[in-house]
């Protein structure tokens, strides 16, 4: 995906895998045999394989450059986790991810502040690094954002539970050493990160996928932009509200977050960067009667 310059904002898609095919039914929960042939051609061959029932999803991170400062929203699954019962994370050795950093002229060290939307598994996962055997920050320079209501919910359930890993492990390798190392700032979900009288970047709340799940909004003097997290996950969304992710905590509150969204983004003909679509990903979001349909920018 080109770099979208918003106006005094550049906006980059750091990949780390796409396509991943994912079986549809694991993927929403209450999904029906209806909805994807309903869809079938609306999705096309990129998004959907009828035959073996799969959607095709992407995990990245959006490298946002702002007021002197490269701010790293998310940070995907990361390498040697150990994740047995989700194949596409165990064990990862991927260079892809510091490859795509490196192609715009940066390494891990050059990262000011990582803002986590929240706290699965696969938006923390290189918040770390395995290091002589410890997991250690990869981003050591940078002051990592984080929810406080979503971070004390994940402290309560470890609480609760102590012998049962929070999110697959990724609680105890990707979340605490970063928090242990003093570069953690837990925030409102309103928090408000650069902001002037054309630019600004600050969190909105978004809760439903999880307790504390926040949306980062990027504005510049020409446009703005909405990054979701996994307020929506999947292109078959934007017709389909009704669909309940794997991962959803809430998910009524998650599906009003969601059109909440996406009226928004038509509304204020505002770019939408979900971190599941597959590339080109970026697109603006238009109203097609009840449902709704995507430009993407490529």
Not at 101 to 109: F, K, N, P, Q, V
Not at 229 to 242: M, N, P, S, T, V
Not at 252 to 265: D, G, I, P, Y
Request: with cysteine; glycine share 6%.
């Amino acid at each position: 995906m080109r770099t979208l310059d918003l106006g005094g904002v550049r906006v980059d898609r750091i990949v780390e895998i796409d396509p991943l095919w994912v079986d549809a039914f694991w993927f929403y929960k209450n999904i029906d045999q209806a909805a994807l042939d309903r869809n079938v051609a609306w999705l096309g061959p990129r998004l959907y394989d009828p035959s073996a029932r799969m959607f095709a999803i992407s995990f990245h991170s959006w490298l946002v450059r702002a007021g002197g400062l490269n701010i790293l929203v998310d940070t995907c699954n990361g390498n040697h986790k150990e994740r047995p019962t989700m194949h596409w994370q165990h064990r990862l050795k991927l260079d892809t991810y510091m490859r795509a950093l490196a192609a715009h002229g940066l390494t891990a060290d050059d990262i000011d502040v990582v803002m986590c939307t929240h706290l699965h598994t696969d938006h923390v996962g290189w918040n770390t690094r395995l290091e002589d055997g410890r997991w250690v920050p990869t981003f050591k320079n940078a002051r990592h954002v984080f929810s406080r209501r979503e971070y004390e919910h994940h402290v309560a359930r470890q609480k609760e539970t102590p012998d049962v890993p929070i999110g697959h492990g990724s609680f105890r390798d990707s979340v605490l050493p970063v928090v242990e190392a003093g570069l953690v700032d837990f925030v409102a979900d309103d928090h408000a990160l650069f902001h002037d009288l054309e630019e600004n970047v600050r969190l909105e709340p978004s809760h439903g996928h999880t307790p504390g799940h926040v949306c980062v909004s990027i504005e510049g003097r020409r446009d703005k932009a909405l990054i979701t997290g996994d307020a929506i996950h999947h292109q078959i969304q934007l017709r389909e509200h009704q669909l309940v992710n794997v991962g959803d905590f809430e998910p009524e509150k998650a599906r009003a977050t969601r059109l909440s969204l996406l009226n928004r983004c038509c509304d204020e003909h505002r770019l939408m960067l979900t971190c599941h679509f597959v590339g080109p990903t970026a697109g603006y979001i238009r109203r097609d009667g009840d449902l709704f349909d995507i430009e993407h920018l490529e």
